[in-house]
């Protein structure tokens, strides 16, 4: 299957705002780039006038992702924190609808970072707590036309959601009623032993699919199982984008939450651009 191929601009950036949004979108289709990842960090970064002009200019696809940053949670959190949370989702989610991005992704429900050890009993809690506390984020998504994806993220990014399979329990009824599963592959290669079988378990529920080689640079060329996973995505029928998520060491907020620590490339529009040329090349065999 041929999907749209796309990067985000926290490969060069953060936070992208109306100043440097023009700029980035430029440089992405002129790299020759169909779709761009629009990280939505703080509600009036951007505004959707920009972005529907610059998108208008550059013919790129848009799609929203969010960022769990400090004070973002809606699990074993404070009420006031829940609120400003599920508001600050809500705003991602009036942005998506505004520009014509189809999902907001992300790890919507603690802020990147956080662990924390759970008996079973408690983790049973906070999976139902995490549904209780998505349900009025889900159905704004729903009367907007957009869908929420929600990422697994490895284990040292968070202690709630590793796998594919804890995503399906934790998500549960709401699944396909305004909420899906992002998956992205630098985190189903440390905690799946199958990228394809991850997949296949997530099924019709993928709604959102990142890419990065396994040391979080371009894919390909690295250890990654790309042939299988993007067999398996043919498989369950996801027809979205391949959207390269990688960063740069430069950055020091997302360069110390992504734990980039050396750079990936030899610059930033290499590691696009190599990038690009792989998932090209993967799609045509």
Known sequence: MKRLIGISTWVWDSPLTDTNLRGHLARIAALGFDAVELPL???????????????????????VVGAMSPGRDLVAAAPATVEKTQAYLMDCITMAAGIGSPTVCGPFYARTGRVWRMSPGQRREADAELRHNLQPVAARAREAGVVLGIEPLNRYETSLLNTVDQALEALGPLLGNGVGLALDSYHL???????????????????????????????????????????????????????????????????????????????????????????RGVQRH
């Open 41 to 63: 960090e703080n509600a009036g970064d951007f505004t959707a006038d920009a972005v529907r002009e610059a998108l208008e200019s550059t013919g790129l696809r848009p799609f």
């Open 189 to 279: 290669h440390i905690e799946e032993r199958s990228l394809a079988a991850a997949v296949r378990a997530a099924g019709e529920h993928v709604v959102h699919v990142q890419v990065s080689g396994n040391d979080r640079g371009a894919p390909g060329g690295d250890q990654t199982d790309w042939e299988n996973f993007l067999h398996a995505l043919d498989e369950v029928g996801y027809s979205g984008p391949l959207n390269i998520e990688s960063f740069t060491a430069d950055n020091a907020a997302i360069a110390v939450a992504a734990s980039i620590w050396r750079p990936l490339a030899p610059s930033q529009d290499e590691l696009a651009v190599r990038g690009l040329a792989f998932l």
